[in-house]
């Protein structure tokens, strides 16, 4: 068993050195079967092999060839067998930043590998580390980002981190966390469909509640509908932000007068009305 075991080493490294040569240093984008292909592969690797061999090549390559890495790392990550919440900010930030690229692929297969890194994460400070990331991306810590497009991949990603593995009850502290940065993102933005997003991916967060709903998100959910810049596709999504995903609680709403997405829906489509409000 011993000789097997230090056999298994030698040729684990000498395969692994060989699939980053050709599935992630390639100067060509490497085809996604080559990845299925080694999941046997990247299911034994330790922390001391993705930690020391693995990890710095693929932050290398996302630094020098996001567009050819990039449409493999999600699998790569989704892959290993390993917890990655050590290495969770140090391959977010490349990751982030790929998020708000000019390429519309480069965008969706970000979006893809951010999700996979949540899945690989069980720790919440991990966890939270990213979505702070994130946020701070959104709101400009690479520089302001005036491309709408680049906005809606941002808040796309921040979705996805929801995907993540942290159990109870620091899973609800989470959630309640990012809903803190989703409120800023409601109150200051004014575009259509970045507020769509916004509601969308603060969606896939509050469907992790498992206790009381902030006060702040209640707030805002009550106030959105009212709002001058918001439309009515955008009033739409309120009422869908609101609805059983939430967990909402009888006692939640009676604290929150109007936030029942029933009584919306009762009020815009009353035949007494002289208008419709969305």
């Known amino acids: 068993v011993k000789k097997n075991d230090e056999l298994l080493q030698t040729v684990k490294k000498s395969m ?81 930043t790929c998020l708000h690229s000019s390429e519309d692929a480069i965008r969706d297969h970000s979006a893809f590998a951010t999700e996979s890194l949540a899945k690989q994460c069980s720790e919440a400070s991990a966890v939270r580390a990213l979505v702070n990331l994130y946020f701070g991306v959104l709101q400009g810590s690479d520089g302001k980002l005036t491309v709408t497009s680049h906005k ?42 970045t507020l769509n997003q916004a509601l969308a991916s603060l969606s896939l967060w509050a469907a992790r509640f498992l206790g009381p709903v902030p006060k702040s998100l209640m707030d805002i959910l009550k106030k959105g509908m009212t709002l001058k810049t918001s439309t009515p596709i955008v009033r739409t999504n309120y ?28 009020r815009t489509i009353s035949p007494r009305s002289k208008r419709k409000t969305f």
């Open 152 to 193: 809606i991949s941002m808040l796309q990603g921040i979705g996805h981190l929801s995907k993540h593995c942290v159990l109870s009850p620091n899973d609800h502290r989470l959630s309640c966390d990012a809903s803190d940065h989703f409120v800023k993102v409601l109150e200051s933005e004014v575009h259509e469909g």
């Open 16 to 96: 692994l050195d060989s699939f980053i040569k050709i599935a992630v240093s390639a100067k060509v984008k490497p085809d996604n079967y080559l990845v299925e292909q080694c999941k046997s592969l990247l299911k034994i690797l330790t922390h001391d092999d993705f930690k020391g061999i693995l990890l710095p090549a693929l932050l290398r390559a996302i630094l020098r060839n996001p567009e050819i890495i990039l449409t493999s790392i999600g699998h790569i990550l989704g892959s290993v067998s390993l917890d990655l919440s050590a290495y969770a900010v140090e391959l977010g930030k490349p990751i982030a």
């Open 239 to 266: 009422i869908r932000s609101s609805d059983c995903r939430f967990s909402l609680r009888p006692r939640d709403l009676r604290r929150h007068e109007g936030l029942s997405p029933t009584r919306w829906q009762r």
